[in-house]
């Protein structure tokens, strides 16, 4: 859930915000409204003007970075870090801000880190500016709805599961949700603390385990068993935890090897006291070491004992921190259930709209302004059409597709691609209208004739697109 605190924000590998050595200390831009290019004229021999519709020039967002380390060397090296993550780009990429649930396309045009010999033993500032040529706010959510085509003579049905284009993913970790009493999958860690699964508290299923530390300034915690990961790669990791309103001083994230540890990550800011939340962070894999546990441990705080819970722990190898699953929840189990890795097949992690009902689908943009759809035709149809119900836009092409064959229709670029890369701009039809979600519910009706020799063959239409806003 979007809120206004700012939160984390993720450019390429790099995570800004609480939890991370990078603190946000300044932002302009996100909110604001960018420059607008009007198209007024004059009136001749009057006052005023005759006005045109306003639209917005690009977005620019500059950034103040705090950068916090242990020692000279550490801030030398999160200098370095932050400027070869920086470079001039040629192409946009992802902007993410993480708890507020926006994201934008942008390049880095300003960069500054400066040297400050007074302040440099650990402490640093930056300063960087995004480019934004596209200035809309999108979902960090692409949403995504189908339907077959409607067409009475083919008898087609909608049908029962779609894949789409998600990633694939990896959840490493072997016992994430406590579904399953306790296993050598995991092992709890403080002398002063008491771990029980419980199913009163839960984020994910039914159960979560509890952990009642019970001495005043004793830590208390669960590490967890994952694949082995060796060296060079990178271990992302998050587990969901509710923590009371008061009484944990500290909350600790653990990469570690059996018993050694090998980093560790301050995630109390990221915490939610009182309610479920998400703490995360990376570790890139040192030479020489492997990581095989992941750990969550809490503090409790010099005034007594406290109670915090975790649920629905998730490890990957790779460049981000997918939305949780395992084996019983959005994946399915690479062995033992609750005790094994969990994999997601490619194509699962899209929030999906509302099912097609004879041809017809809803797509909800819960944005403030018009978002883009793309649209991708699976064959076999003959001149499919696309109406967008509630603002009459009508779409027809002059096409046959194949049982096999796709077209790939964005309507901000205008681009039309057979099998995604071939163009096919002539098959729109001219006086054809392009559909363009607006706010709220959309109904959008697809039909096509189906192709001799192909009865109850389906042909389908996936609409795709973010929540948009300015």
Known sequence: MAQQ?????????????????????????????????AEDVERPGQHGDYTGPDYTGPRVIPMKLGIRADSPDELRDLSLALRN?????????????????????????????????????????????????????????????????????????????????????????????????????????????????????????????????????????????????????????????????????????????????????????QATPGSWARVSGSYTVAAGQTCDRVSAVATSSASGPATWWADAAMAVNGASLPNYFDGSNGGVWEGTPNASVSQRPAGTNRAYGSAGTSGRVT???????????VLRLDGPVANPTIEQINTGALLVLDATLQAGEFLLIDTRSR??????????????????????????????????????????????????WRDTSL
Not at 6 to 32: H, K, M
Not at 431 to 442: A, E, R
Request: proline share 7%; net charge neutral; with cysteine.
């Open 5 to 37: 605190k700012l939160g984390r924000v993720q450019w390429g590998d790099l995570t800004f915000g609480p939890g991370s050595p990078y603190s946000v200390s300044a932002i302009e831009g996100l909110d604001d409204l960018p420059d607008i290019r």
């Open 85 to 269: 993550a920086t470079q001039p780009q040629a192409q946009p990429q992802p902007l993410q801000f993480l708890d507020q649930d926006v994201l934008v396309w942008a390049k880095v045009r300003k960069r500054s880190i400066p040297y400050d010999a007074e302040y440099l033993w650990r402490i640093g500032d930056a300063a960087i500016e995004w480019y934004c040529a596209d200035p809309y706010l999108y979902g960090l959510d692409e949403k995504s709805a189908s339907t077959t085509a409607y067409s009475p003579a083919a008898g087609r049905t909608y049908p029962l599961t779609y894949a789409g284009a998600g990633a694939a993913a990896r959840n490493l970790v072997l016992n994430p949700s406590f579904e399953e009493t306790f296993t050598t999958e995991t092992t709890g860690f403080g002398t002063n603390s008491t771990r029980s699964r419980v199913n009163a508290e839960s984020y994910v299923g039914s159960y979560s385990v509890q952990h009642a530390i019970t001495v005043a300034s004793s830590q208390g915690g669960t590490s967890w068993n994952i694949e082995p990961v060796s060296a060079g790669n990178t271990v992302r990791w998050g587990v969901y935890v509710k923590i009371p309103i008061s009484g944990i001083a500290a909350l600790e994230l653990w990469w570690r090897n059996q018993t050694t540890t090998l980093s560790t990550l301050s995630v109390l800011a």
């Open 363 to 373: 797509a909800v943009n819960d944005g403030a302004s018009p978002a883009y759809p």
């Open 415 to 464: 681009a039309v691609l057979l099998m995604g890369s071939a163009p096919r701009r002539s098959w729109v039809r001219a006086g054809s209208t392009w559909p363009l979600l607006q706010p709220g519910s959309n109904e959008i009706a697809y039909r096509g004739n189906a192709l001799p020799g192909a009865p109850g063959q389906q042909s389908l239409l996936t609409v795709t």
